[in-house]
T-cell receptor
Framework: GAVVSQHPSRVICKSGTSVKIECRSL??????MFWYRQFPKQSLMLMAT?????????EQGVEKDKFLINHASLTLSTLTVTSAHPEDSSFYIC?????????FGQGTRLTVV | AQTVTQSQPEMSVQEAETVTLSCTYD???????LFWYKQPPSRQMILVIR??????QNATENRFSVNFQKAAKSFSLKISDSQLGDAAMYFC???????????FGTGTRLQVTL
């Protein structure tokens, strides 16, 4: 099956700094990628849809200036959490569509201290 | 807006027994897909099974099968011969035929006991 790689798997950063998370489709081209956030013991909440070569589409309530998404190529989308604060600590997951299926990265656990 | 509801926050099953996880959804679309994903402690999302709305036949994948009731907008997952490795969070998910983003239910935590 299709493989999506997400990096890093864990990151700890200081409050006020920025963190970049990468999502790569390894064996297919993904014109659309998705970024989710998952709080402990909760479901996946869609943050934004990342479209190659165009601006991301953010879900209601998600700050686009805080969560910067870039989809510069057909195999790479990045999520940058800017000026991170402890409340941004969470598990972030990306996925890429291939046909009618979605394939997920391994997730990134972000801890802001 | 489409919604997906999983009414069972937690379920427990004995090893080798059968368990059914419930899922209902709400949509006005006629073309859509339904999925069950498993999220083990590693938190990697794993596709368990999928169902196309236009197909009347229920999907099966080895020990996993679904009961798709389109009129009732119900999509339950049956796990037969449960194994310890089946213990995980299970999420029901929906997408339309045209939009590729998924809408997830709140999840059901499945415990498998000896």
């Amino acid at each position: 099956g299709a493989v999506v790689s997400q990096h890093p798997s864990r990151v700890i950063c200081k409050s006020g700094t920025s963190v970049k998370i990468e999502c790569r489709s390894l064996d297919f081209q993904a014109t659309t990628m998705f970024w989710y956030r998952q709080f402990p013991k909760q479901s996946l909440m869609l943050m934004a849809t990342s479209n190659e070569g165009s601006k991301a589409t953010y879900e209601q309530g998600v700050e686009k200036d805080k969560f910067l998404i870039n989809h510069a190529s057909l195999t790479l989308s990045t999520l940058t959490v800017t000026s991170a604060h402890p409340e941004d600590s969470s598990f972030y997951i990306c996925s890429a569509s291939f046909g009618t299926e979605a394939f997920f990265g391994q997730g990134t656990r972000l801890t802001v201290v | 807006a489409q919604t997906v509801t999983q009414s069972q926050p937690e379920m427990s099953v004995q090893e080798a027994e059968t368990v059914t996880l419930s899922c209902t959804y709400d949509t006005s679309e006629s073309d859509y897909y339904l999925f069950w994903y498993k999220q083990p402690p590693s938190r990697q999302m794993i596709l368990v099974i999928r169902q196309e709305a236009y197909k009347q036949q229920n999907a099966t994948e080895n020990r996993f099968s679904v009961n798709f009731q389109k009129a009732a907008k119900s999509f339950s997952l049956k796990i037969s011969d449960s194994q310890l490795g089946d213990a995980a969070m299970y999420f029901c998910a929906y997408r339309t035929g045209t939009a590729s983003k998924l809408t997830f239910g709140t999840g059901t935590r499945l415990q498998v006991t000896l």
